[in-house]
């Protein structure tokens, strides 16, 4: 794909070298899985953003038999070499949208060494799963909080959902504060995240991660008619075997599933189990 | 509420009578609770459905202190006598919605005995919880189930789900055999059920009792602008409150989250997790 | 056509027949005709239909010619052989829709012998003709019945239309009681006929077999905007040639042609002749 | 109703005058009636537009007992005088659309004399009936013809429906040479005759008085979601008491019930009967 | 372009002759352009329009080298013979839309003199520029004043605008009685120029011709939901790049820009610069 | 309003002050009054933003009758005391709309001296003229800028039009990459600007400064059905007397008036006049 390590192999080939020495680290700490997921500009280290997630913690070691560094922590290193001369037929392999992706041609990595611990566990982090969902859409949430931000002051929560592959749906929980505000925060978050195809937008008092009070909030506070954005003809990811994949063209759908201001607000209020003062001590006390 | 206790209560009435003999039975057997949960006609004993359920296996017994039945394998029975000349004011109860009803006019039970297990369970059914949602969402999935059948021939699932209180949102699963077949199966669904106000269609490869599946389906099968049906000014629950709860009026919304047939399959298609002969031989040894 | 006399006909040359003894019937009672035209199942005998809607009168009669039974009151009977082990190119035939069908290759019906009344009427039944139309479309009304009491109790006429070859347009009269009915009724009747493309409704002063009537309600009583229902990519009869006919793709509409319930009767009202007791008297004798 | 007699008493009012002679005719040549219906200007004799469409064959005869003319061959004249200082409640009395119309304070006719045929028939010309209709629709009909013509070469009829109260519905029949001349058609009728409500369009081989042909043209050549126009917010006859009368405020809806250009025309054909030559001549020889 | 000049060559052709005199005028009065410009039907001499509009002014002269006459009042006349022998490859040029139009096979015409006044002016007219729009445009205007006079009785202004190439803008301002009347004059101005794609309407106290005001107007008197007519598939000029110009199908927009009658008319004013009477008359001595 | 100085008189007066010294400037540079026009937040001094943009060379000067900095450069500076115990009826003005605001009760300024130049220039800014207009659109501009930056890479221009009054309209020129490109930039600038009540996107090849070309992009680059953007609802600028303005509520439409890209761009290309070499080395000499 023609990312950060494409481009490196190019400038590579360019210098007449034959192969690159690589880590392919296995099994480590959160942190170092979310940089690596980041889109970070080319030029930044990934490294550099995990040791800031990490507050300056993150050690690197060298490696035995390659020249490339990993994160002193992992579970398991495999040292390669990356052949620039030479491809193979890679896949199918199942990407993001839980669909078989095509076959590409792809260079060859050749092992040349492994540093391990001494019962390490090997971390399989499954294609399309939820692992592999939260480390692409958590990395889309910020942005999409500071343009929700422009538009009404206090946000709750973004939810890039797992059900949606981490790409496709967000729900955003915020304080409304006029009735026309929900529309404004759909297109900022469409704005913000090119890609979407579906969004939702819900109160504050519901969690945007909780997926069963988001469709309470559908069912109790949506009008279909009226608390709709349809959007055809907009670019979407081509991720989305829906849409008009060649073009990245489909059809964006916003939800404004918040209630509406002008009706009596107890009507929408969700019923809460009243405890006793004396409960709420001892539980209050466990917590 | 105007339903076959109240009207044996006006019977009762006419008759000259001061109370009603009436057993409260808490805690038993499901096949029992969904029975009371049925739209009986009136006529119709639930005892005879409950029994039915249970393959003729239902037992009653004779109250101790009133002219009641209640089924024997009962955790706990009240025996009470539904006062004709009095009524208190009840509630606020919580309503199936999650939301508070309003309080109303009852008649009171005057408890004249106990029958009990000796360690009894107190079967606590915690309004709009899962339990009443299922209770009241499950009885009416047949009907549902007949009318789609009407439409397209193979059904796979019927699903009133819990996150639409078990009134509002219905998920179907059906195998499609031409383009159109979904939108005529959404019109069945509303059709047998007029109370809901937002149904979902998906393939038979999803199951609808899954909604992260669902989701998926939305995610990857659901084109905004063609496959959305929207109904403004038609009958809705008088439970949803974002709709005119007095004129029970507001928009229905049915999703087609099924491929279009004209595509390739494969790009729609769930990978799975391949497994060998021999895994697959120790799996099944264990099932 | 893949319908009962074809899987006959499969079945007879499996067992090495040559031809089928066969009697075709001209000039019966018209429950015979209904009968012949209902889409009862496979192994349900037409004849016991036809008596069954006679009040068990229908009488056969055993054929001369051929081994085969005619109802006994019939102008004409043709006995023939449909041989097996031919097929000739038969039509274009006009159908329902009142345009030329394709042309088919069928087998032929050797004609060994007549069976007549003496002055017998040859009832010729026009292709697409009112009596084609009505015997195609009545047989559909009871389930269309049925599904709209599902949704509101009364009733009071289904009326598949002559204008719309009795297969594609339906006029259904009943009882409004909430502003939301029409709607969900008209989801009723698209889901009891799948093949249907427009439905109308029509408060139950309007006769739904007047079709002045109907357009004068559609003149006072609806609203373009508010009072329709519209459901692109439905499936349709593959009769409709505005539609896809291969995919039995096209777009269903529905028509509320029903007073809005908020406002005041009287502006809707149909003006009726006032008659003095004196006339009524005379017209009530003569009635 | 301020129109030209309205007019005229208010000028002899104004004059002083306590009354005007009139003569109300009944039973006369349609042309005559057609010409009394006409929305001709102030200051045009309706009788020099009867005499046009007569040929300039109207007879006037002077009445004999008031200063008035009538039309010679009347069955009965009414010969009275229209009394300007007196008004009393009229009505109420049934309009166009078939409802009742509100009492209105209308001047007294004082009858001073009678002029009448032997055996005169006396016309009763029912409100709201076909002949009330046909005279209100027919005088708006050649207007609609004209703006047509502009948009279209050939028209084959225009028809202001009776069901539409010759009011509110117009259905026209032209030769369409462009996919898109349907449309333009659709908005030169509502041009040409602002009050109007619904417009159908259907193709030259449609006859548009023949409402079970035009509903034909509807099921076959119709498709919901692209051959119609939709224009809420318009101003509609305030006879519609489905909109907002006070405002004059509805929404129009057009029709294209044509062939669409790029299909076969074959498929939307109407079959018709073919005949023998020697039948031909026969039928020719008696017409 | 089969047009009045390719009519008159083909009967040219026809009678057997090889050319046709023509003079080509360069630099008149507007009034002769305009005659050139409008489509008057053929038979109708532009000369005699042109000397209508000129209050019965025009001199035309004799030319000298051909048998053709000229405006008298010409800068320059270019004498000529249109071969009808010969055609040769023409353009492309520019056309009315400001884009390149194809090249065609046009005849020849061969210069045989030149009449001039001594310091002549060449009048070159810009194609698509503002020149050759209004010349366009405003012929087209009579016919829409006149359609929306038939709707609201008092008409402001009609302005074909430059920006729409005076062939698919107009714009329309005019007095607003009745709510919903402006939708009917959109539809009366699209009657009138079938080839028109979008339409504005603006109340009178807009000038037509002022496209800031225009833009203001929809800046505080649209509602995109309400005050916008959609008409898709529709005929439009075929010089629109953006439909489908074979078919000359497109969409046409209507924008009701007039404000909403039941709002305080003062919010919607437009504040003027108030003046003392003492500027006023100074004012108004220089006017 | 409750802004900056009305936040520094509260603090005032809760000190106990009576009066504020002010000057106000009229006549100087831009900068400063673009500065002053920006929505810097409180604290930042505007004067700071003005030096900013003039590079520095900001020079202030200390008045003589007041405790106040004024712009060195200015034309007139008005020397006064805020009185902050008395106010008076203020207005009514024009505002941004070009319609009259409210009354409103204002603090008075004392005038207590003035510094001018000699023949000092007086600045009239017009209320809701062009440069009333500019100065609140222009500083809306660059945060538009940025949001469609990071939808699609190559913008041209931004456009607050004066025709919008600088805060309803705008147009942004971009260079188009993908077919779904427009959508996501319209909602990009409605979340950039919330206020914003239109937007239109163009082509990188028109001018967004141009209005004339603007319009001639929509005349033949838009089509009505599928390249608009209706979002009713929304919130918008209570400046919009159309809209709700108590809720602030409105319809935002965006306009997509770019060419599709699968059709041949010659068909879309803007005709120019084409200069020969000597021509264009003239032009260039004296450019």
Known sequence: MPRHLYRITQLAREE???SLDVAVTIGHHPATLLAAALPASYGTSEFDIANRLLGGSLKLTQCE?????????????????????QNV????????????????????????????REDYVYHGL??????????MGMPREPRIWEYVRNVVPNVRGVNMTVGGMGWLHCVVSFEKF????????????????????????????????????VEWAIATRFKGDEDILLVPGA??????????QEKELGCKVGIDATRPMFKDPMGFKRAEIPISDKLKEILDKHN
Chains 1, 2, 3, 4, 5, 6 share one sequence.
Request: proline residues 7%; glycine residues 8%.
């Open 126 to 135: 499954l294609p399309s799963g939820s692992e592999h969902r939260l480390l």
């Open 235 to 244: 670019r979407v990811s081509s991720l989305d075997p829906a849409g008009d």
């Open 65 to 85: 038999h390659v020249d490339a560094l990993a994160p002193a922590d992992a579970e398991l290193v495999l040292e390669g070499k990356l052949r620039l001369d």
């Open 16 to 18: 007449g070298l034959k």
């Open 178 to 213: 006029r009735e026309g505000d929900p529309k404004n925060v759909l297109m900022a978050i469409f704005a913000a995240h090119p890609s979407l195809k579906h969004a939702i937008v819900v109160d504050s008092d519901i969690d945007p991660y909780d997926m069963q009070q």
């Open 89 to 116: 037929t890679e896949g199918p392999f199942v990407d993001l949208s839980g669909t078989f992706d095509v076959q590409r041609q792809q260079p060859v990595i050749e092992l040349v060494g492994v540093m391990r």
